[in-house]
């Protein structure tokens, strides 16, 4: 199918998800405006759950809103905390809340779904990062340092606005990790046993849309082609997550941001070129259309190709560097063990802690040559 938004101007689009439901995207710059109207067709007595870095955009719908707006939570925490999910929940009860509105990136989306997960409300999401997240039905929190993640698709929103405009003021640093944390969505669904030819035509675009847009949009945050070009990449990749079943790599970002308090987006790409390098050998044909969207001569180049990307755009592409105890090693290959998750690679603790120790110390993966 020919996927909406290549040649950079705004559209509206209904995404099917794996199990036929959809969600409806509006995608342009200056769409924010549209938000309020759109929220009215969902349901009244809106939540607005938004970050702090989106206080004016927060403002702006508020006020577009008027009194449809019975309830604002204005600052969200990495993760989503139980006990924040809890305090989120109650608020939205006592307010009589008919819908929430996620303003911000992967964390207010996050708090918005654990929200909507119990009590059933729709989301309306207004993305501001790369994060993806608002196009999936996967939640996750924590508690007590214990990462939780599911599918559940209360949490999917039925609406989501991409404004290109409001990624300008993600610094540098955000938006090169938070790119990398897109590329990772994609590429893991392009081998996911679920993957069908729609989720990995979405997936190449993905990879093709974002490689093309971060180098811009690293260098000169306030290029909105280079930004739109990202954002309609992380739509996709999203997108392409939300149609299909998480392997080993989001598996490891998982354990090491929740029990660790790492940087989530920072994990994905201190991890993506060395899970792609492991795993190249095994997924020839998934990997052609990677190899096609990053330029490169073979799957075995697809690991490198993406440390060097994360290296030119000054990404993370060390554990060490986001704070992670290398004596922590080990004890994180044995939770990955103790519950496998679906990868077309077998592995095992030792080739865990072998895609660890080279993401730890941030060297380039080495292509694996037959």
């Not at 030119?312 to 998750?341: C, F, N, R, W, Y």
């Amino acid at each position: 199918m020919r996927l909406p938004g290549a040649d950079g101007q705004p559209f509206t689009f209904s995404a099917s998800m794996l199990d036929d439901r959809a969600v409806r995207v509006i995608f342009g710059r200056g769409s924010i405006a549209q938000v309020a109207r759109q929220a009215r067709t969902l349901g009244n007595r809106a939540m607005i759950i938004s970050g702090r870095h989106e206080a004016d955009a927060a403002a702006a719908v508020s006020a577009d809103l008027g009194d449809d707006l019975v309830a604002r939570i204005p600052d969200v925490v990495q993760h989503v905390p139980a006990d924040v999910a809890a305090r989120a929940i109650d608020a939205a009860r006592d307010a009589e809340v008919g819908l929430l509105i996620s303003i911000g990136g992967g964390s207010a989306t996050g708090l918005a779904k654990a929200v909507a997960r119990d009590t059933g409300l729709p989301i309306l999401a207004v993305p501001t990062t790369y994060a993806g997240s608002e196009m999936t039905p996967i939640w996750g929190q924590t508690d007590h340092g214990e990462k939780t993640t599911g599918r559940d698709p209360r949490v999917l929103p039925r609406l989501v606005v991409y404004d290109p405009a409001l990624t300008i003021s993600m610094p540098a640093d955000l938006t090169a990790a938070s790119g990398m944390n897109a590329l990772a969505h994609a590429l893991e669904s392009l081998y996911a046993p679920d993957a069908t030819p729609l989720s990995s035509e979405v997936a190449e675009e993905a990879i093709r849309a974002l490689v093309h847009g971060l180098p811009d949009a690293v260098a000169r945050p306030d290029d909105l082609d280079a930004r739109t070009a990202a954002l309609r990449g992380a739509w996709l990749a999203g997108w392409a997550l939300g149609s299909t079943t998480m392997g080993l790599h989001h598996k490891l970002a998982h354990v090491l941001a929740g029990r660790y308090q790492l940087p989530h987006a920072g994990v994905h790409s201190a991890l993506l070129p060395h899970v792609a390098t492991f795993n190249a050998a095994a997924v020839p044909v998934p990997y052609a259309r990677a190899v096609r969207a990053l330029g490169v001569s073979g799957p075995e180049e697809v690991g490198p190709a993406l440390f060097e990307l994360a290296t030119q755009l000054h990404a993370p592409t060390s554990l060490a560097e986001l704070g992670l105890d290398h004596d922590s090693i080990p004890g994180v290959a044995k939770i990955i063990g103790a519950s496998p998750v679906p990868n077309p690679r077998d592995y095992t603790e030792e080739n865990v802690v072998g895609l660890m120790e080279q993401a730890y110390l941030g060297t380039k993966p080495m292509p694996e040559r037959n």
